[in-house]
């Protein structure tokens, strides 16, 4: 009897682990332990790989406020997908808008770490990885889409824009997708710009369909009125095509306020909550439709010939094409720990990555020139 006892409450205690997919987790960045929150659908099989969504917290909140604003874990649970929330230093997020009480911290290599963690754990598909936010959130999502070197297949921004800083160093590598969602009524971040939020939202728009070289004229859709009593409207204008098969959508709230559409949260926000459209759905609506297709393996930096690595991903020997001089560089691992460091020989170069766990790599070359190149090891 007492080993079926043992078998029945094993198997009870596995279960309820699964059903549980709500985690609290840590990682090493920086010299700094950052936190975050990780909901994994309940469906998740090992071996499965699954897109992965950021939601991003507004200045003041946390992973834990923006989990319950946006109720982003139903949509994960119901669409196949894992969600995290990770937590800014001190409630705030590096928006390089010079604002009293925002972070100083290396968000956009936070956030870069992290997904390669995750996808190092859970096999995350690398081509499906996506960023949305609230506020503070939103204008890290937009810096994402504009800085990070990884392929972000989409982002949005909810009651967020760019501060003239981010606005002026947007140089994405990528055709990244991008919605914004905006009430015109928000007095936090304005929907018209001001000098402590940054650039209002028809720049963000005109920014980014020139980036992706869009057409300049949306079609506009009045979206159906279906709660009278919420004091606004939504119009839904999109900008397509654009290079690379993207797309730029805003979805304008008349009324609205600094606010999560469709949240049910009592402490939100400030302003009209609309309750026509549900943010979240909406995002994972316009998420699905992109991804970022092949990983790359190749970055060129201004002024610096290109590199290129193959096989990736590899099993064993790494060969590097590209460098004119010996070049000093770095390996480091899904979590940011180096593994490795040494001297490339220029021209026709290998590294054995042979000896090296499966999972998600980055080689930096430490000559000033910034480049580096995203690994797999199989």
Same mark, same amino acid.
């Given at each position: 009897?007492?080993?079926?006892?043992?078998?029945?409450?094993?198997?009870?205690?596995?279960?309820? $682990?699964?059903?549980?997919?709500?985690?609290?987790?840590?990682?090493?960045?920086?010299?700094?332990?950052?936190?975050?929150?990780?909901?994994?659908?309940?469906?998740?099989?090992?071996?499965?790989?699954?897109?992965?969504?950021?939601?991003?917290?507004?200045?003041?909140?946390? #992973?834990?406020?923006?989990?319950?604003?946006?109720?982003?874990?139903?949509? /994960?649970?119901?669409?196949?997908?894992?969600?995290?929330?990770?937590?800014?230093?001190?409630?705030?997020?590096?928006?390089?808008?010079?604002?009293?009480?925002?972070?100083? #911290?290396?968000?956009?290599?936070?956030?870069?770490?992290?997904? %390669?963690?995750?996808? /190092?754990?859970?096999?995350?598909?690398?081509?499906?990885?996506?960023?949305?936010?609230?506020?503070?959130?939103?204008?890290?999502?937009?810096?994402?889409?504009?800085?990070?070197?990884?392929?972000?297949?989409?982002?949005?921004?909810?009651?967020?824009?760019?501060?003239?800083?981010?606005? %002026?160093?947007?140089?994405?590598?990528?055709?990244?997708?991008?919605?914004?969602?905006?009430?015109?009524?928000?007095?936090?971040?304005?929907?018209?710009?001001?000098?402590?939020?940054?650039?209002?939202?028809?720049?963000?728009?005109?920014?980014?369909?020139?980036?992706?070289?869009?057409?300049?004229?949306?079609?506009?859709?009045?979206?159906?009125?279906?709660?009278?009593? @919420?004091?606004?409207?939504?119009? $839904?204008?999109?900008?397509?095509?654009?290079?690379?098969?993207?797309?730029?959508?805003?979805? $304008?709230?008349?009324?609205?306020?600094?606010?999560?559409?469709?949240?049910?949260?009592?402490?939100?926000?400030?302003?009209?909550?609309?309750? @026509?459209?549900?943010?979240?759905?909406?995002?994972?609506?316009?998420?699905?439709?992109?991804?970022?297709?092949?990983?790359?393996?190749?970055?060129?930096?201004?002024? /610096?010939?290109?590199?290129?690595?193959?096989?990736?991903?590899?099993?064993?020997?790494?060969?590097?094409?590209?460098?004119?001089?010996?070049?000093?560089?770095?390996?480091? %691992? #899904?979590?940011?720990?180096?593994?490795?460091?040494?001297?490339?020989?220029?021209?026709?170069?290998?590294?054995?990555?042979?000896?090296?766990?499966?999972?998600?790599?980055?080689?930096?070359?430490?000559?000033?020139?910034?480049?580096?190149?995203?690994?797999? $090891?199989?």
């Amino acid at each position: 009897m007492r080993p079926t006892l043992y078998t029945t409450l094993f198997l009870a205690l596995f279960t309820c $682990k699964n059903v549980h997919a709500q985690t609290n987790e840590t990682l090493q960045h920086n010299g700094l332990t950052r936190d975050y929150i990780l909901y994994v659908p309940t469906t998740y099989q090992v071996g499965q790989s699954l897109p992965l969504v950021f939601v991003l917290h507004g200045f003041t909140q946390s #992973a834990q406020t923006i989990m319950d604003v946006t109720e982003f874990n139903a949509v /994960a649970e119901s669409n196949n997908f894992i969600v995290a929330y990770p937590n800014g230093v001190g409630n705030a997020w590096n928006t390089n808008s010079g604002f009293p009480g925002g972070s100083s #911290a290396d968000d956009i290599g936070y956030i870069d770490v992290l997904a %390669d963690s995750l996808t /190092a754990e859970f096999g995350i598909d690398t081509t499906r990885i996506y960023s949305c936010g609230f506020s503070a959130g939103g204008f890290l999502s937009h810096r994402l889409a504009c800085e990070s070197p990884r392929c972000f297949a989409a982002i949005a921004s909810v009651s967020g824009t760019m501060s003239n800083n981010a606005s %002026d160093d947007c140089a994405p590598q990528h055709s990244t997708p991008v919605m914004q969602i905006h009430g015109t009524s928000d007095i936090i971040v304005s929907y018209n710009g001001s000098i402590f939020s940054g650039i209002g939202v028809n720049d963000v728009i005109t920014q980014w369909t020139g980036l992706l070289n869009c057409p300049t004229t949306p079609v506009t859709t009045a979206l159906p009125d279906i709660d009278t009593g @919420d004091g606004s409207t939504v119009e $839904k204008q999109v900008y397509t095509p654009c290079d690379g098969s993207s797309e730029v959508v805003l979805l $304008k709230v008349n009324g609205g306020g600094h606010q999560w559409p469709g949240s049910s949260a009592v402490l939100g926000g400030i302003g009209n909550t609309n309750q @026509d459209i549900d943010a979240s759905q909406e995002i994972w609506n316009f998420f699905q439709s992109f991804s970022c297709g092949q990983l790359a393996t190749s970055v060129t930096a201004p002024s /610096a010939p290109s590199v290129q690595a193959w096989p990736n991903p590899c099993t064993g020997l790494l060969h590097i094409e590209g460098l004119v001089t010996s070049t000093p560089y770095e390996l480091l %691992d #899904a979590t940011g720990r180096s593994v490795r460091s040494g001297s490339i020989a220029s021209r026709t170069a290998s590294l054995d990555m042979g000896s090296l766990d499966t999972g998600s790599y980055e080689l930096r070359l430490l000559d000033g020139t910034g480049r580096f190149i995203r690994l797999v $090891k199989d």
